[in-house]
């Protein structure tokens, strides 16, 4: 067991990002899309329940500020349980309660499944937000996501990622690399290539695609992202 004071990683996506393990080519899901944050300053704590570490468990109650200062006097309550049944497979649910000004309060649930193999490894996630408005209904948004890597060779290997935008994402126009129509549901897919160059240095080209649903039956033309992600780990 763990315990963290200050500023630590939070239960968001600690676990689903470890397994994407790609984050130098593209953040998971709820980080992209701006459902929550990385880190927060609070109090932590994590750990398993057993001697083998089957069964884990990672909570926080933070500011909800992220890494910046304190803004309100709401706290953030976040926790996630998860469970390895058999060797290579991992379950988690998740949820939170950010208690934010005025009516604006936040709730995410999220279920999380991945099963790691020889030759490679699947992920999928799916994840719901409540977001109050004041004076007006609240905002219910969905997303999915699905991932899978496979080793292609000992230097090689192969990488694919759909999200399912089932509500329109809020936040879209604020990504600055990828922005998102904020308006319009959609799909994003990234192909890429992971080839070790070296021991430590990874070439990574790879590829996006945004596609949004008809609007009024006429199709919408795809955003295309092209790009080239070095990867040095020291």
């Known amino acids: 067991h763990q315990v963290f004071l ?8 600690d676990l689903v990002e470890g397994s994407w393990g790609y984050r130098a080519v593209e953040k998971t899901a709820l ?6 944050s990385s880190r927060d300053f609070g109090v932590a704590a994590k750990g398993t329940f057993d001697e083998a570490g089957r069964v884990g468990y990672h909570v926080m109650v933070g500011n909800g500020s992220g890494t910046k200062g304190e803004t309100n006097e709401g706290k953030k309550f976040m926790g ?3 469970l390895r049944p058999v060797d290579g497979l991992v379950l988690q649910v998740y949820g939170d309660f950010d ?8 709730t995410t649930l999220q279920g999380f499944a991945a099963f790691e193999g020889e030759r490679g490894r699947l992920g999928v996630q799916y994840a719901h ?4 408005r004041e ?11 699905v991932w899978g890597v496979v080793e292609l060779s000992e230097r090689v290997r192969a990488l694919a990622r ?3 935008l089932i509500d329109p994402v809020p936040d879209g126009a604020k990504i600055s690399y990828v922005s998102l129509d904020p308006t319009d549901q959609g799909n994003f897919v990234l192909l890429g290539l992971d080839v070790a160059v070296a021991e430590r240095f990874h070439l990574i080209p790879n590829v996006e695609f945004v ?3 008809e609007d009024d039956g006429t199709p919408r033309d795809a955003d295309v992202f092209l790009r080239t992600t070095f990867s040095i780990t020291f």
């Open 211 to 213: 596609t949004y649903d």
């Open 162 to 164: 759909w999200d399912r």
């Open 80 to 82: 996630a349980l998860s």
């Open 135 to 145: 004076g007006e209904a609240d905002l219910e948004l969905d997303v999915a996501s």
């Open 129 to 132: 937000q409540t977001r109050e």
């Open 6 to 13: 200050g500023l630590s990683s939070t239960p968001t996506w």
């Open 31 to 36: 980080d992209l899309y701006k459902y929550g």
């Open 99 to 106: 208690d934010r000004p005025g009516a604006t309060d936040r």
